[in-house]
């Protein structure tokens, strides 16, 4: 499995997914998580961004296109749609310490 997670600082889950500077991605093998690189997050330079109004995700759902899954706190409506369009599975922690989601994800 190949998970991305929004992120600041490589070790918390960041809050507001479309806003993350960048996303973490992680690769499940033999049952441990092995870090697999970084992308950019260029979505969140927008300088439109309203929540009341439909915006593109494209590029962020482009740059993690090859993940399975995405791991975050809390997704917007529009974000939400647009990875459900993608096929990206989203899951959902209260947890925010990347290591502790991430084990608990493998264990499910």
């Known amino acids: ?6 992120t ?16 973490q991605i992680f690769v499940l093998e033999n049952g441990v998580w092995k870090e697999a690189g970084a992308v950019p ?30 791991l975050l706190n809390k ?7 647009d990875l459900d369009n993608a096929g990206i599975r989203i899951i959902k922690t209260d947890i925010t310490d990347i290591k502790k989601a991430l084990e608990k994800v493998g264990r499910s």
């Open 75 to 81: 997704v917007g409506k529009h974000l939400k749609h």
């Open 41 to 70: 997050n260029r979505h969140r330079e927008e300088d439109d961004h309203d929540e009341t109004k439909e915006h593109s995700h494209a590029d962020l759902i482009n740059r993690i296109k090859d993940c399975d899954a995405i």
């Open 8 to 23: 600041q600082d490589k070790e918390s889950i960041f809050r507001r997914t479309g806003r993350a500077p960048l996303f």
């Open 1 to 6: 499995m190949k998970i991305a997670v929004p």
